[in-house]
């Protein structure tokens, strides 16, 4: 091929790929799931809310989140280098301004339509679940360089979906608050753990967070006592949710072996988050059994 031909080849492929990976394909599924499942065990069925708010959890609220974090986490990106591949890539300039727009334009039909299927209450929800999205990245605002702060937003980011699931299906099952009370703990301890890899990246660039305020061994601690707040108050929920406790487990023995890290070793966290990313489909498929039989009543 000549360079004449080189020169002219169409880029738009190169472009698509880079907004489909700025919304994180691998975890497409950890929002949409959340929204699914709560809907369904609030008394929803496979109605035009399920499907337009599963779709929209799915692709757009992910585009949104992590496009917009990663056009103004730029210069940190470039400086990480576990950045590039299924845990983000790095995303050139040009396509900052086309990730932003497409955010909005994919989002916002999405919003309108979930408003008016829902009611006051379903809709004040997704906008603060909204809300934390933006607020996590955007300029000014900036959530998560504010320590600690950051981590419950992030949170907020799982938890949010399924907290709308409840509230657009109706009256809420038995039990709701104590399993969404876990699950934000789960939240907060990965957002911890995953900060841990990121302490001298984010140093580097003059970005704060969790782990770079208290240091990779206490943010460490932090993970493993919300890991093990959010299987408490899963014991605590009864019925199946107990059950569930159980799968905590294996997220404590992930984040375990690093009990001791110091700062300048903080990349050596990144193999547990590697295996933290997979344990989210095996714990996925348990959560499905169990709502199977609870659904049956097994």
Known sequence: MTSTALHRRDPRPSVVRQVIGT??????VNTA???????????????VVFWLGTLYFLVPYNLLMYGVNDVFDYESD?????????????LDRHVHRLTLILSAVTN???LYALAVLGDAASTAVLAGVVFAVVAYSAPVLRFKERPVLDSLTSSTHFVGPATFGLAIAGPWPS?????????????????AFGAVQDIRADRDAGIASVATALGARPTVWLALAAYLACAVLLLAAGSMAAIAAVLVVPYLLNVAPYARI??????RAHHGWRRFLWLNYL???????LLIWATIGW
């Open 23 to 28: 919304s994180r394909p691998l975890s497409w």
């Open 175 to 191: 039990g709701a608050w104590m399993i969404l009370a876990a699950f934000f703990a789960w939240g907060i301890a990965s957002h």
């Open 78 to 90: 470039l400086r990480n280098p576990r950045k590039g591949g299924v845990e983000g890539v790095v």
């Open 283 to 289: 714990t996925g498929f348990f959560v499905t059994q």
């Open 108 to 110: 916002l039909p999405f």
């Open 33 to 47: 799931y959340p929204f699914g499942a709560a809907y369904l065990l609030a008394g929803g069925g496979l109605d």
């Open 262 to 267: 110091r700062d300048d070793e903080c990349e």
